[in-house]
């Protein structure tokens, strides 16, 4: 496996045990009967450490990027084949007429 991928599995770990904890103390408060106002400072470290894990790994997991531009010899993805013979324009699309709309 790829670096990247653990470390983004190891950033979404956190970012769960984050939303646990939070969602703990306020069950805790709740019994307490105290009022929520903002979750404790280790959930917040923990959300921001989670959050710079899942960013560094979706920056260096996917790999190469690829030119965008049509005229890129690096993508040419779309291309018609050297073989005509198994292009077929008879097919059920031609019984559907084309809906012009003409505006007077």
């Not at 703990?24 to 470290?45: A, T």
Request: proline letters at 7%; glycine letters at 6%; aromatic letters at 12%.
């Amino acid at each position: 496996m790829n670096l990247g991928f653990l470390v983004g599995v190891f950033g979404v770990l956190i970012l769960s045990h984050a939303a646990y904890s939070t969602i703990q103390y306020r069950g805790l408060l709740k019994i307490m009967e105290e009022e929520f106002s903002r979750p404790p400072i280790n959930v917040i470290l923990e959300l921001i450490i989670g959050l710079a894990l899942c960013m560094w790994a979706a920056l260096t997991f996917p790999g190469k990027f690829l030119s965008i531009h049509p005229d890129s010899d690096e993508n040419r993805a779309v291309f018609l084949p050297d073989n005509s013979d198994f292009m077929i324009f008879n097919h059920r699309g031609r019984l559907f007429p084309p809906q012009i709309d003409m505006k007077f």
